[in-house]
């Protein structure tokens, strides 16, 4: 018994020592020494326990601090200073926050259907951070590594829409009912452009696995532009489209309209109090993140490091400075645009994100077969092409979208 | 162009949100415990009672009229006259009941009392842990001195003071005038 106690302490001491030497692969490490310690029979399970432990406390920590970057940014962006209250500079705002939702008394509609409207935000929670488990956080480091991880995002983040749907179809209020069925057409439209702009990525990786489309944009051109997708005028434009998409599918400003809080108290929201609403908070802040996070894996490299010579920060930290300053991209929109009408938002993707993925999908393909060219200008020349078939069509796309209409004079006609 | 007014606004709020940490004149509000913006000369909150000298009771300015408790449009004054030992009414408030939870901070009783006697205060801190007993002002937590009423709203205050001493000159003359006519009947009268 003592003998194996010694053997345990001096693997632990090895595995904190490898860890100290390379940071990089720290958590990786600490996790296969974990799991080494429990019998063959259990390490599936246990290594899946880390990983989910790991990422509910990471992303619940980025949840309390995003919720006060968020109110601390809106305050500084409306001249004031924020929440500054709990303790100092208010940045104990999340704990106050957190325990008066848990101290809220939940409230049930009478007519209600109390199961679903129970379930709802449970699907919600569970739904958003399934869509965590595919992501690659870091060198070695995503929690699973699906073949088809993409399609498994895009799979678990469009059920997360079902459950608005359930919220609102549950509450038996006409406010909440109204803003689910706008969360399902905001669904519909905006989940093509985003699909089509992530397929762009698929395209040229050749892989549904996120894995490898980390892995295909590491390295660097010319010594020192990174490989990013965002930096290649299909990836740009790919980008846009799928941070568009990934502000409605996370409700978030200006596409919050399932939530609009002028017109439709607070849409699926409306009947929830207490710690459910706090669990519909917090799957739309785990959403936001998951959603950034897939657009820091599909255009901004994932996890690989900005510049050549600051290769030796571990990889997670790139992932996680992109995600954040995603994060904060939001929150500056947020801060900036008011929301759009129910026929603008359809406009905008039907009429503009639309048509400009598939454009961006054909430039994608030209830009693959055109990789071959080796003549003297080639890279301007597959620049210049790429461009010209983007912007000209976008050009008139936008035109067509901010033409005024003219409507017929209503005339009332009153019963006499 | 389409998108080129969203990268407009987006500076815009960039430049607040920087502009926020050098420049505090760019707040728009205090801390505000700590901090109180002062109050405007005509700011009111609640109605309360002025008493001349040092004696809240003796010096009371109120004589129990009840026209503001006539007037005021939610009824939240309650007055009842003292009478001495037989039963002569006095002009003096036994009981002067406010309750500021109905108070609408109106200002009518002060427009109409003849007697310069309920002015409106400017203290706006009056959050209690009961919601009716500790909101009905009494007599005792209502009076406040003429100085207390000079301090808070100066020029208000000046105006009725100058009024009232002139009142009381012209008060004082006429009686005076009276007095010399009234020894100056007397003089002619014996003969």
Redesign the interface.
Known sequence: MNELFSEWVRRAVETLSEMLRNPDQAPVVGKAFIVSVFPEFLQGVVGAFISIAALISVFGGLFALLTLMERK?LG??????GP?RVGPFGILQPVADGLKMLTKEDIVPFRADAFLHFIAPVILVMMSLLTLAVIPYGRNMAPIELDSALLFFFAAGACTELAVFLAGWASRNKYSLLGAMRAIAQMISYELPLLLASFSAVLLVGSLSLVSIVDSQGGFMLGVLPKWNVLTPWGFVGFIIFMIGAFAESNRSPFDLPEAESELIAGHLTEYSGFKYALFFMAEYIGMLAISGLAVTLFLGGWHAPVPFLGWVPSYCWFFAKLLTLACFFI??R???PRLRADQLMALAWK?LIPLSFINLGVTVFWHYSAAWSFAMALPARWGIAFLALAVP??F??RQ??TKKTFARRTYRFAE | MLGTGIIRGLVVTARNFLGSFYDRRRFVTVFYPEQKVEMPERFRSFPFLVYDGEDAVRGLRCVACKICEKNCPPQCIYIVQQRDEKGKPLKHPAVFDLDISVCMSCGICVEVCPFDSIKMDKVFEVAESARFEKLLFGKAALSKSNAYYRSVSPADAGETDARLEEEKKAAAAKAQAAAQKKSAAQAQEPQ
Do not use: D, K
Request: hydrophobic share 40%.
């Open positions: 940014g500084r962006i409306q001249n004031r200073p500054n500056w929109v801060a900036t645009l503009c976008y050009t796309l936008a979208l901010g």
